[in-house]
T-cell receptor, first 114, second 114 residues
Framework: EAQVTQNPRYLITVTGKKLTVTCSQN?????MSWYRQDPGLGLRQIYY???????DKGDVPEGYKVSRKEKRNFPLILESPSPNQTSLYFC?????????????FGSGTQLSVL | AQTVTQSQPEMSVQEAETVTLSCTYD???????LFWYKQPPSRQMILVIR??????QNATENRFSVNFQKAAKSFSLKISDSQLGDAAMYFC???????????FGTGTRLKVLA
């Protein structure tokens, strides 16, 4: 089954404790991206990647890191989480190319930073 | 910079009736893509419909259709014969044809009344 797998679904942590949210897709998609969803703000893009070793900043990259060492994986790293990073996070992937490709989303990770 | 505005935080519709969700955007680009995504309570993001800016014909998908007014920078979603399963948060999204940077609106929560 074609899917984007995110883990964990729920995470509670404390300020300053490094964490990684994993994202993996099995569709051989070139494009992958991370979003955060906050009430009243919609989804905002954090980082995206066009292919292995190619990443770029979205609208809200501060406090986050990503890496794309393999095509299928695109982890989101919070080196020193802060309470303002409490949010619902989504990973998404799609084929690349000039057309309006559909984004496939993961199930989301609800992160709480205390 | 591009922006996407959804001015209706919440809408209600009677079952079997028709409802229109509004979306306006701002861009200086001529080539881009527009999307509507649905997020039911399961929080899974689902593509409803997409529109290429260079196509004048409005996209339709079964009970879902759009009214794309390029000059007015308007992209509204019409849901006909509303069903209880249509109850969800709906996000309008923009993507430049030249990049993979996505801009989402703040969302409209649709309630369907039995």
């Amino acid at each position: 089954e074609a899917q984007v797998t995110q883990n964990p679904r729920y995470l509670i942590t404390v300020t300053g404790k490094k964490l990684t949210v994993t994202c993996s897709q099995n569709m051989n998609h070139e494009y992958m991206s991370w979003y955060r969803q906050d009430p009243g703000l919609g989804l905002r893009q954090i980082y995206y990647s066009m292919n292995v070793e190619v990443t770029d900043k979205g609208d809200v990259p501060e406090g986050y890191k990503v890496s794309r060492k393999e095509k299928r994986n695109f982890p989101l790293i919070l080196e020193s989480p802060s309470p303002n990073q409490t949010s619902l996070y989504f990973c998404a992937s799609s084929r690349s190319g000039p057309s309006s490709e559909k984004l496939f989303f993961g199930s989301g990770t609800q992160l709480s930073v205390l | 910079a591009q922006t996407v505005t959804q001015s209706q935080p919440e809408m209600s519709v009677q079952e079997a009736e028709t409802v229109t969700l509004s979306c306006t955007y701002d861009t200086s680009e001529s080539d881009y893509y527009l999307f509507w995504y649905k997020q039911p309570p399961s929080r899974q993001m689902i593509l409803v419909i997409r529109q290429e800016a260079y196509k004048q014909q409005n996209a339709t998908e079964n009970r879902f259709s759009v009214n794309f007014q390029k000059a007015a920078k308007s992209f509204s979603l019409k849901i006909s014969d509303s069903q209880l399963g249509d109850a969800a948060m709906y996000f309008c999204a923009y993507r430049s044809a030249g990049t993979y940077k996505y801009i989402f609106g703040t969302g409209t929560r649709l309630k369907v009344l039995a």
